[in-house]
């Protein structure tokens, strides 16, 4: 099961650096186009929420990895959780379905990485 949990926390910190790095790097006009509720909310604020995918995407790995701090996991992997989770609350409220299925996956898994590595499977 760590073996698992360590894939799974890999592939997360990949997929929430890679939205992060997205929307802190992305011209304004290509980032509108490839996400339309981006266009309603101001360019600061997605800008911002880039901060904390990019913190929780390495709280996900190098706490636990380096072996200092690893309780750092599991609570970036809560933070992860909860962001996934307003999202699929925006997603739900503009009605775009392909974004409410990737948000409500993506809570799923972080919430049970956060729930292995608090519990039975933490350090």
């Known amino acids: 099961m760590n073996i698992f949990l ?9 997929m929430f650096a890679m939205s992060g790095l997205e929307k802190a790097a992305q011209p304004w006009g290509r980032l509108t186009r ?4 981006t266009g309603n909310v101001p360019q600061a604020a997605v800008r911002l929420i880039a901060v904390p995918e990019l913190l929780g ?8 990895a380096t072996g200092i701090a690893p309780i750092l996991t599991p ?3 809560t933070g992860l959780a909860l962001l996934a989770a307003l999202a699929a609350a925006m997603h ?6 392909p974004g409410i299925a990737i948000t ?11 729930w292995a590595r608090f519990g039975p499977y933490g350090w």
């Open 92 to 97: 739900t409220r503009r009605k775009e379905t």
């Open 34 to 37: 490839k996400y339309p509720w």
């Open 57 to 64: 995407a390495i709280g996900l790995i190098v706490p636990a």
């Open 75 to 77: 609570i970036a992997a």
């Open 104 to 114: 409500v996956v993506l809570f799923l898994l972080t919430a049970f990485v956060a």
């Open 6 to 14: 360590w894939i799974l926390q890999v592939l997360l910190a990949a």
